[in-house]
């Protein structure tokens, strides 16, 4: 082995994170997809969100967990996988034949791959970080707005929803709050025989278009590549390993790129996303209808409590948070109707680089999207409280703001389709979501 010039590397609970910050690897720009790290996309503005003159009156988010570890079933094949694919790069590189730099080597040589089933799934120490930070950034926007004695949070049994929910509200307001276990709409898709059997169930035409991309051109290019750079021949289920390793570890490092990462070009990244665009496009997003149905418990939930909100009833908890998976916020997100290029995604759209569905930049790690309602003072659009106000001649105490909505993704503050502006307008816009007969459609 050559002379051991890597930062100290520490495994904590089955996680691999650095001793330093890598300043040996060029940051590059993250393109990991469904995995990338939040702090790639985060909005670290912390000052008020809202346009001057308005008062926020309600706020309802839902949040997906933040970095984990694999499945456990895919840290059963990466253990298996990855150790071929290092004796492959070691021996090309022992006789030879492999271009990579000598400190790519010598991390790959040292590396193992330590996480067990057990490990599968869970919140890693990065998911914790990106959540209580994103607590804290609210809490410092909308100061005492939000509270705990006025904020309501649940989450998906999961524990990487329940820990980035403690992690969230620690953020938010220096201890953790209270919550409790609602999978009836952290979880639609769990009590949707329609949706499991046609598409959760269903990689034949989930995967269709995925799976043409691997056999492009395309993918052709990044074996060749790797090929060149490294004196192998990967098989593309190695490649994908790679691209795993590269990206789950990056994330594990805070936006840290790891050293698998020099394996691949900035090319071969964007070939990799492309790939996951495809197959999420059609498992969580616009690919069946029945996805984008399912997801009518989150829509009661939040139509119902919107309306609540601005009925004029005392509404006891001003903050309504649920913690859940991309299962469910990609589907709800896609029924919103945002990101959606007009058109099913196709392996034959490659590079289709202005695409809207880019789950990169829609989908990482710890995304959100939260819905704040306002009372904008200088809002010229009102409601009288008189109907018989004689000669429109109305004491300003007698005028009340028509209730705003807005919407942030990722915390940044977002147009909404049909450039809806206030909350009777969106309530008017979704009605036909409480239409939906839940039981009905997902019925076998």
């Not at 009833?313 to 913690?323: D, G």
């Not at 959100?368 to 004689?390: K, M, R």
Request: charged share 25%.
């Amino acid at each position: 082995r050559v002379a051991h010039i890597f930062p100290i590397i520490l495994w904590l609970n089955g996680i691999l994170v650095y001793g330093d910050s890598l300043p040996h690897y060029k940051q590059r720009e993250s393109v990991f997809a469904t995995r990338t790290s939040y702090l790639a996309n985060g909005n670290k503005n912390t000052d008020f969100p809202l346009p001057e003159g308005c008062v926020p009156t309600y706020l309802w988010g839902i949040f997906r967990h933040g970095t984990r570890n694999p499945g456990d079933d895919e840290i059963v094949v990466f253990y298996n996988k990855t150790e071929r694919i290092r004796e492959k790069l070691l021996e090309a590189w022992a006789f030879g034949n492999s271009g990579l730099d000598s400190e790519t080597i010598e991390y790959i040589d040292l590396w193992h791959y330590n996480l067990t089933e057990e490990d599968g799934g869970k919140l890693a120490d990065a998911g914790a970080f990106e959540h209580q930070l994103m607590g804290k950034n609210w809490g410092e926007r909308l100061g005492d707005f939000i509270t705990p004695d006025t904020t309501e949070v649940r989450s998906s049994h999961a524990q990487r929803c329940r820990k980035s929910g403690e992690a969230f509200t620690a953020g938010l307001f220096g201890e953790t709050a209270d919550y409790y276990v609602d999978d009836s709409v952290a979880r639609p898709y769990d009590s949707c025989p329609s949706f499991q059997e046609n598409v959760n169930n269903n990689e034949t035409n989930v995967l269709a278009e995925s799976r043409k991309f691997e056999a492009s051109e395309a993918f052709e290019v990044v074996a060749s590549e790797v090929e060149d750079l490294t004196g192998v021949r990967f098989s593309v289920e190695e490649l994908v390993t790679i691209w795993e390793m590269c990206r789950y570890e990056t994330a594990y490092a805070k936006d840290v790129f790891s050293p698998w990462c020099n394996l691949l070009s900035d090319e071969a990244l964007k070939v990799f996303e492309f790939r996951e665009d495809l197959s999420t496009f059609y498992y969580k997003g616009y690919g069946f209808n029945i996805t984008l149905q399912m997801t009518t418990p989150i829509w009661v939930d939040l139509l119902n409590r919107l309306e609540m909100a601005t009925s004029g009833e005392e509404v006891v908890n001003k903050t309504v948070m649920l913690f859940t998976h991309s299962s469910a916020l990609y589907p709800f997100m896609s029924s919103l109707g945002l990101y959606y290029d007009g058109k099913p995604m196709l392996a034959s759209d490659w590079p289709f680089t202005d695409r809207l569905w880019k789950t990169t930049e829609i989908g990482a790690f710890a995304t959100s999207l939260v819905f704040i309602v306002a009372d904008c003072q200088d809002d010229q659009a009102v409601a009288l409280t008189q109907e018989n106000a004689e000669n429109a001649k109305i004491e300003i105490e007698n005028l009340v703001p028509r209730p705003r909505i807005f919407l942030f993704h990722h915390e940044d503050l977002i147009s909404m389709p049909g450039n809806i502006q206030y909350v009777d307008e969106f309530l008017d816009h979704y009605a036909h979501k409480l239409d939906v007969d839940f039981e009905q459609v997902c019925a076998l």
